[in-house]
Antibody
Framework: EVQLVQSGAEVKKPGESLQISCKGSGYSFSNYWIGWVRQMPGKGLEWMGIIYPGDSDTRYSPSFQGQVTISADKSITTAYLQWSSLKASDTAMYYC?????????????????WGRGTLVTVSS | EIVLTQSPGTLSLSPGERATLSCRASQSVNSRYLAWYHQKPGQAPRLLIYGASNRATGIPDRFSGSGSGTEFTLTISRLEPEDFAVYYCQQYDSSTLYTFGQGTNLEIK
């Protein structure tokens, strides 16, 4: 069974750093892209970026480029989302999601499995 | 940048009724790269439809997707109580990469 287990809720102050995690299991972690999606309170879904754990190839949404860092450690099948200096506006639920399998012959570019989310609250 | 606009913003229907949700793209989208999700309160999104018309694993056949180019539709033939949720469309293109629509809230009338 494919599982994405995310780290627990965080409460931080503005200016603090943070790294949240997403551990994949039940599939070949290195061979599937992992994306991160933000959902601000009461709002919709925003794609932040995506990483291929096999070679750490990473792409960012222009809205999040330079604001966060996405990384992965394939040896422990875990992806990460990191902030160096949090703002109150970073308060949101953050989901990791596995991208559906892409081969050279076929790719649908959707997210077929999702973690339960990590709630990040930034408040002074 | 491709923008997805979903309509209506809120849809109020009763169990047993048919639901039709729309997703309009600002530019043509490859049908292979159009997906639908729903999200129940307090839960993560779940993939319903991929490639515009293919049901994801475990999705009942009352859900169907259609469309091409800039107009896509999700239809739920007979609403069950568990179908009331927020529905999102999502597309991929090589320049914007991934974008989501703003969502349609399907609520019980």
């Amino acid at each position: 069974e494919v599982q994405l287990v995310q780290s627990g809720a965080e409460v931080k102050k503005p200016g603090e750093s943070l790294q949240i995690s997403c551990k994949g299991s039940g599939y070949s972690f290195s061979n599937y892209w992992i994306g991160w999606v933000r959902q601000m309170p009461g709002k919709g879904l925003e794609w932040m970026g995506i990483i291929y754990p096999g070679d750490s190839d990473t792409r960012y949404s222009p809205s999040f480029q330079g604001q966060v860092t996405i990384s992965a450690d394939k040896s422990i099948t875990t992806a990460y989302l990191q902030w160096s200096s949090l703002k109150a506006s970073d308060t949101a639920m953050y989901y990791c999601a596995r991208h559906s399998y892409c081969s050279s012959a076929s790719c649908y570019n959707d997210f077929d499995h999702w973690g339960r989310g990590t709630l990040v609250t930034v408040s002074s | 940048e491709i923008v997805l606009t979903q309509s209506p913003g809120t849809l109020s229907l009763s169990p047993g009724e048919r639901a039709t949700l729309s997703c309009r793209a600002s530019q043509s989208v490859n049908s292979r790269y159009l997906a639908w999700y729903h999200q129940k309160p307090g839960q993560a999104p779940r993939l319903l439809i991929y490639g515009a018309s293919n049901r994801a694993t475990g999705i009942p056949d009352r859900f169907s997707g259609s469309g091409s180019g800039t107009e896509f539709t999700l239809t739920i033939s007979r609403l069950e109580p568990e179908d009331f949720a927020v529905y999102y469309c999502q597309q991929y293109d090589s320049s914007t990469l991934y974008t989501f629509g703003q969502g349609t809230n399907l609520e019980i009338k």
